[in-house]
């Protein structure tokens, strides 16, 4: 049974910083790629970041860049995401997400494996 376990969410002030962790279970880890991805009760989910499957490669969403790191530790079987600057746009859930299609920049489509999410709240 795979499973992806986030945690790291919690209550930041504005200009804050998080670091998200998915652990994953179940499955062949460095086979797939991974991505993070948000939302905001009343919003459409959005896509964050991706990486590849040995983590040579990322993705961003625009509103993100510069801002937020993905990046992934194979022999542990977990994905992180370093979250900086955060502002109230930021404030969601952030779900971590696994893709047997290996690449990046896949759409949510393409995402077999789902986490429960974890709860990113910033405050100004």
């Known amino acids: 049974q795979v499973q992806l376990v986030e945690s790291g969410g919690g209550l930041v002030q504005a200009g804050g910083s998080l670091r998200l962790s998915c652990a994953a279970s179940g499955l062949t880890f460095g086979g797939y790629s991974m991505g993070w991805f948000r939302r905001d009760p009343g919003k459409e989910r959005e896509f964050v970041a991706s990486i590849n499957r040995n983590g040579s490669g990322t993705n961003y969403a625009d509103s993100v860049k510069g801002r937020f790191t993905i990046s992934r530790d194979n022999a542990k079987n977990t994905v992180y995401l370093q979250i900086n600057s955060l502002t109230g746009e930021d404030t969601a859930v952030y779900y971590c997400?696994?893709?047997?299609?290996?690449?990046?920049?896949?759409?949510?489509?393409?995402?077999?494996?789902w986490g429960q999410g974890t709860q990113v709240t910033v405050s100004s």
């Open positions: 997400a696994a893709s047997a299609f290996g690449r990046v920049g896949a759409p949510a489509r393409d995402y077999g494996y």
